[in-house]
DNA sequence: TGAAATGTTGGGGCG
DNA sequence: ACGCCCCAACATTTC
């Protein structure tokens, strides 16, 4: 039995808690082909984005630097995912094939295609789990149905035993002839003219090492505070793990075993440990719905909203893409997110509310602008955090919960040093404008250099105006069950 | 994981 | 000293 395993890597780019790298690691003897597919066709409209692209670069020269670390290596193809690893498995001669199992609507079909093209060359092919915490079958309601509200999922997996994960297999063999690997600068993946990287560079270390630092250093140094803090772009309070999450250079599993170990250990870290983990169940929560309603990307999850007429108006979407909507706390997290491939969590729900209520335009117009512009786009993520703001989603925020900008600034960003740094242009103004530039007298305009209209605009929308205006062309929408809260914990 | 509109309360200024 | 009014502060309701 010294027929190699082909292990093909997919959103599990690392080495530690990788049930299916070291299953073939501890296959005795047998040498293992770490194998990534770039498929450009089978994802549809959810092909990667810029910035995912720019990600994935890098986390796979990391991921082949950490194999060829242990004596592994890592080889890279493009084409058509099935015929790829069949190609592969029968080059090397293989006798099995694991990879972790995904998720996303057209996962389970890509599985089944994949097997299906083994099994005609008595390849065998098998999945594990690593990318959630829980396997979305598994969790479910007394009434054995799919959660779709999420306090009940949060009870209930909060209970669920997490086990120790997976240490990095010491040594890996490979075959004495490995099959021929693409370049990876040949996929070309990084922006070449213009290069709009440069904030992303800055910002990141895509790879496991880096993702790894990053869980360490936020147990020791943000998660006490954590609870408060995650509400505040102005401080660095955040993990920013989501992108390595994204691409499993890090499993919820890892995250969720280290802070809970942690929170026992540390005095006074209880609170924000659990609410961590309680935003680490979100994601869980979001996959396990799109697992269930692969629709939840495209289609308003609540049938009420699917006639929802939602405005048309591709100067204000611009407006709003370019961080040009003349309310500072918008701008300033549409720049952060084009500049670094990222935005604070909070500014997320303040941005989506200013595009879906504010100026009325469709949810998926955000979706798919994240989904281009985050180093941290994930399908389920994106769809139903998109749908909870829009209100149509699962377990939504009412309709009528309209995010006021300027007071979210204020309450968020208090001395504004968040705006400050991503709308440079209004930095001189005194924290009193900050978050109202055309409000300022004139004379503190003229101070603080500042002309709107000019050097930075006005406000496209009246905030009151369009605040009636949404609750106007919500009103037809009504909960079906209006006595049962159906809003956020 | 809102915010505005509306209602209530209680302290203090003032005739 | 008393009652009246104003209004800030807080609570509740509504969208």
Redesign the pocket.
Known sequence: MTKPIVVWFRRDLRLADHAALSAAAAADGRPIVSLFVLDDDVAGDWALGGASRWWLHHSLASLKKALVGVGGDLVLRRGKTRTVIADVAREVGAGDVYCSRGYEPWSSDQETDVRDALAAHDIAFKRFAGVLLHDPDQVTTQAGQPFKV?TPFWNAVRRLEVKKPLEAPKRVTVPSKLPKSDHLKDWALLPKRPDWAGGLREMWVPGEESARDLLAEFIDDRMSDYAEAR?RPDVEGTSRLSPHLAFGEISPRQCWYAVKSAAGRLTHADKGAEVFL??LT?REFSAHLLHHWPTLPTAAFREEFAGFRWRKDADQLAAWQRGLTGYPIVDAGMRELWTTGWMH??VR?IVASFLIKDLLLPWQEGEAWFWDTLVDADLANNAANWQWVAGSGADA??Y?????PV??GE?FDPEGAYVRRWVPELARLPDKSIHTPWLAPQEVLDAAGVSIGDSYPAPIVD??DA?KRA?AAF?HIKRKTPGKSR???
Do not use: V
């Not at 009528?400 to 006021?404: D, G, L, S, V």
């Open positions: 999420f509400d309680k935003e979100w969590n909070r729900m925020a009412p009528f919960r309209i995010f006021n007071k979210q309450t905030h009151g605040r609750l009103d809003t956020r914990a």
